[in-house]
């Protein structure tokens, strides 16, 4: 067998042998096809990238049939049941795990870097009561920029290891005082003490306590939400983030924009609309006539069906497990009950099982947030400080990759063609 592709353009009769590398062929090689030597040569026209190919990259694998996730080769169930967060953020942004002293160093240098400069809070303060946490997170991550012009010398290991470290450091930090800003709330500092998810936890909810010490089971908690959101390769924002970052622009900016993509609804905001659907059903008698609606096509099950995985999201088994212990914690929530419910009927109705639909991530995050008393708004900055690693991941893979160039998409242009330009003295006259 040949790894290739012949392909005969039938307005001239002509073939080319097109080869096939990696299961993929090269578009380039496609706009070798021309009509005649005017012609610009044929383009791939593929809105979203549905089955475009953007890169190589060997930090997460998903095989969506199958159910399966891995960071750098491990099972997302492994890491999440005998790591940490820092240590998979090790594992992502260097490709393998660390000996007893590189992680140490590592944590060390994430828990030295998480203080921002005095001016970033005056920023933050600067915002509206009302501000989104997440544009606020958007816009102070930006402005990191400002404080580290440093940043933009993309081609120094060193100094690109350096701003990794900051910006993982950082997150938190931004995030929690982006959650304080709409409580009206003092800001608190980082308690250098505590480790990284409890630390987190200390900035969002420390009032006049000396020590803000959170319960062990809802700190391990959070701290696997995080790393099941670390990565999931070519997703939107970390195609932004990319693509900024293919000019070159220092990281703190292609991050941002990471952030901006994870914004918008139809990446981060599915967990706050599974809530909104548990709370409308209300009580358990309500979800036969519910399951109707969804089954006539008025609505969707929220948090069930995903672009990738026509198999169990294998992060939302791992989130169910997280909610019992949150529970056992925080009281049960009588949206779990539903939600259960829900699950068990789906699971075993031809509707849902025909289309290959079943529980993702969202379904249980939004109600552990829930549990922990964030409002809806903040759903989207935990998922954003549990991504940075994989944004940084991604994007320190791309500043090295020699194939890489500045991203810049083709177009099909369906627009008018040489018009005579009138002034509008005469136009209007
Ligand atoms: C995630 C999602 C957008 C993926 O969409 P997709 O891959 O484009 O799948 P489609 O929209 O083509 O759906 C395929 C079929 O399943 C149905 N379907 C998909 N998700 C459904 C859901 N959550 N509830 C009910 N039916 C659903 C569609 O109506 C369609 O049925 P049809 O073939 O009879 O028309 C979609 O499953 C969805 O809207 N889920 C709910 C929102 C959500 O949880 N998003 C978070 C993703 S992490």
Known sequence: MTDSLTVRDNRTGQEYDVPITDGAIKAADIGKIKADDDNPGLAVYDPGFVNTASCRSSVTYIDGEAGV?????????????????????????????????????????????????????????????????????????????????????????????????????????????????????????PDNELGYTANFLSMLFKMSERDYIADERLVRALDVLFILHADHEQ???????????????????????????????????????VLKSLKRIGSKENIPDFIKGVKDGNERLMGFGHRVYKNYDPRARIIKQAAMDVFEVTGTNPL?????????????????????????????????????????????????????PGWLAQWLELVQDKEQKIARPKQIYTGERTRDFTPASERWA
């Open 69 to 189: 996730l891995e960071y750098r080769g491990y099972p997302i169930e492994q890491l999440a049941e005998g790591s940490n967060f820092l240590e998979v953020a090790y594992l992502l942004v260097h490709g393998s795990l660390p000996s007893k002293a590189e992680y140490d160093a590592w944590v060390h240098d994430i828990t030295y870097h998480t203080f921002v400069h005095e001016n970033i809070k005056s920023f933050m303060e600067g915002f509206r009561y009302d501000a989104h946490p997440m544009g606020m997170l958007m816009a102070s991550v930006g402005a990191l920029s400002t404080f580290y012009p440093d940043a933009t010398n993309l081609k120094d290991a060193d100094n690109r290891h350096l701003q990794i470290v900051r910006m993982i450091a950082k997150m938190p930090t931004l995030g929690a005082w982006s959650f304080r800003n709409a409580q009206g709330k003092p800001f608190v500092y």
């Open 235 to 273: 997703n939107c924002s970390t195609n932004a983030v990319r693509s900024v970052g293919s000019s070159q622009v220092d990281p703190y900016s292609a991050v941002a924009a990471g952030v901006a993509a994870l914004y918008g609804p139809l990446h981060g905001g599915a967990n706050e609309a």
């Open 336 to 388: 779990l009950d539903i939600a259960l419910e829900l699950e068990k009927i789906a699971l075993e109705d031809d509707y849902f099982v025909s289309r290959k639909l079943y529980p993702n991530v969202d379904f249980y995050s939004g109600l552990i947030y829930e549990a922990f008393q964030f409002p809806p708004e903040m759903f989207t900055v935990l998922f954003a400080i549990g991504r940075t």
